[in-house]
């Protein structure tokens, strides 16, 4: 059984820093491509891009709106990813969320990047910055 359990989440004023955990088993993690995603208050739906990824071999990639700000690493020994959040914005108020894909082969393996391409999701813990 695939679990993807979130933590770390929590309420800061601008300008502070959290450090999401997301915890993951039941797949071979090393092989997995794991990302970040967020839902922002009162919208429906997920965003329907990463925010942040990385694959397998630990190339990251980041969405231009976090950018310089967000780090998103994992330690293959603990099945863990984890988002270092900096310089916290009101903006970046939302729920987090980490989520688990095998790379799909087009030419070469690559890492998908939209939610609707990710089948595994944890519950999400809960980011609140205030200003």
């Known amino acids: 059984q695939v679990q993807l359990a979130e933590s770390g989440g929590g309420s800061v004023q601008s300008g502070g820093s959290l450090k999401l955990s997301c915890v993951v088993s039941g797949l071979p993690f090393g092989d997995y491509c794991l990302g970040w995603f967020r839902q922002l208050p009162g919208v429906v739906e997920r965003e329907l891009g990463a925010?942040?990824?990385?694959?397998?071999?630990?190339?990251?990639t980041y969405a231009d709106s976090v950018k310089g700000r967000f780090t998103i690493s994992k330690d293959n020994a603990k099945n863990t990813l984890y988002l270092q959040i900096n310089s916290l914005k009101p903006e970046d108020t939302a729920m987090y969320y980490c989520a688990a894909e095998l790379p799909f082969y087009a030419g070469e393996y690559a890492c998908p990047y939209l939610a609707e391409d990710f089948g595994s999701w944890g519950q999400g813990t809960s980011v609140t910055v205030s200003s």
């Open positions: 925010i942040a990824g990385i694959d397998s071999d630990g190339t990251t």
